[in-house]
């Protein structure tokens, strides 16, 4: 195991397996895949329909993958684009450390702190049974909030640094709910990558 793996921290949260590493990328490698992603990524604003509302989903997103298999989620289908060598170069980094083989990846560009994801658990039908996700963060570090989906006195929250992973897996998202909260500071740009695998 790696030293970036070894310096694991388990959020020892009931009715999960979540794991926080803070240096899965450094802050040179953080940098300039920021730049690249930032730069290079066909970013797109879908509406989002909630509670049989309509409206533009906060954030702006893309979809890549190694297979022509699309995401839905929220009334949004996404079909992806072909893996972009960086993408590639991240998955590869991820597979060598916890040997899995990542079909696609969302990627979430949060351009303020007006930009959010609401209450969501990633339990899609086409991730499986019990979903590996792998969540990198680029840029500003903004809180990533969890509260247990029965026991509501079980809450939690963590700031996801640049360069940071989030790894959940298990039953976590059958749970475990997660969200990326409204903030009123000034903020800088955040991109999220999400590997994941789509059946």
Not at 118 to 131: F, R, S
Not at 185 to 193: L, V
Request: aromatic letters at 12%; one cysteine or more; hydrophobic letters at 35%.
């Amino acid at each position: 195991m790696s030293e970036i793996f070894a310096n694991r921290i388990d959020l020892q949260l009931p009715d999960s397996d979540i794991g926080y590493y803070p240096e899965f990328l450094n802050t040179n490698e953080a940098d300039y895949f920021f730049k690249v992603l930032k730069d290079t990524t066909p970013w797109k604003q879908d509406n989002i329909t909630v509670y049989g509302k309509t409206y533009p989903q906060p954030r702006l997103t893309a979809l890549f993958g190694d297979n022509s298999k699309p995401y839905s989620y929220s009334n949004i289908t996404m079909h992806p684009h072909a893996f972009t060598a960086e993408l590639l170069e991240l998955r590869n980094k991820l597979q060598m450390e916890i040997d899995v083989h990542f079909t696609s990846c969302l990627l979430n560009l949060y351009r303020n702190g007006k930009d959010s994801n609401g209450w969501h658990a990633d339990d899609e039908k086409a991730l499986g049974k019990n979903p590996i996700i792998a969540s990198i963060t680029l840029g500003q570090e903004r809180y990533f909030h969890l509260k247990h989906k029965l026991n509501k006195d079980l809450k939690q929250k963590i700031l996801l640094e640049h360069g940071s992973l989030l790894l959940m897996k298990g039953e976590t998202q059958h749970c475990w709910y997660h969200q990326i909260p409204k903030t009123a500071k000034t903020i800088q740009e955040r991109i999220n990558i999400t590997f994941r695998i789509i059946q």
